[in-house]
C-alpha cells in the first residue's frame, strides 16, 4: 500500500552541496547550479559560499564583495534553496550539519578534494562527490570576467 504524502510535507528531497566564491554569479555559475540540481528528481541544493579567509589563503587574494553579501545575495538566486557560510577554520563541520547526499565541485575546484574524501569516509557519510563540467570556461571564469571589468 503506497503512502500519502501530507500536503505539507514536501516528498524526499536529495540535498546536493556545491562551494564556491561567488564574488558575482554569472552564467557559469548559474549553468553550474542547473547541473547540480539535475543531478537529482527532487534536488535540495545547498551553496555554501567560501570565507573571505580562505579565499585570501587559497587565491592569494581577497573576494571584492564580503562573504556576508555574497551569501545573502546568492540566497536570492532562484535555483539555490539554501545559501551557508563555510567554515572558517574547520572546513568539514558546516559539511557534516548539512549532511549532503552529493557534493557537487566545479571542474576547477582543487583544494580540499582529498581532505574531503577522507573525512567523509571517517565521518561515516555516505556523501558521493562528483566533478561537474565546465561551461565555456573562457567566457564564464569569474577571475576572466573581473579582468576584463578592470580594463
Known amino acids: 500500500m503506497r503512502r500519502k504524502l501530507r500536503p505539507d510535507k514536501p516528498a524526499f528531497q536529495k540535498r546536493i552541496m556545491v562551494f564556491g566564491t561567488f564574488d558575482m554569479v554569472h552564467e557559469g555559475h548559474v549553468n553550474f547550479f542547473k547541473q547540480a540540481r539535475a543531478l537529482a528528481s527532487n534536488p535540495f541544493l545547498i551553496v555554501s559560499v567560501a570565507r573571505d ?15 556576508r553579501l555574497r551569501r545573502k545575495n546568492l540566497a536570492l538566486v532562484p535555483l539555490v534553496d539554501k545559501a551557508v557560510l563555510g567554515g572558517k577554520h574547520k572546513y568539514f563541520f558546516h ?7 552529493v557534493i557537487a565541485l566545479g571542474y576547477d575546484q582543487k583544494a580540499y578534494v582529498k581532505e574531503l574524501l577522507r573525512d567523509i569516509k571517517t565521518a561515516g557519510m555516505k556523501t558521493k562527490v562528483i566533478r561537474l563540467r565546465a561551461y565555456k570556461a573562457q567566457v564564464y571564469k569569474s577571475s576572466l570576467i573581473k579582468k576584463n571589468m578592470l580594463k
Open 53 to 67: 579567509v580562505n579565499v585570501a589563503r587559497i587565491k592569494g587574494k581577497t573576494p571584492l564583495v564580503p562573504e
Open 95 to 101: 559539511i557534516k550539519r548539512q549532511r549532503p547526499d
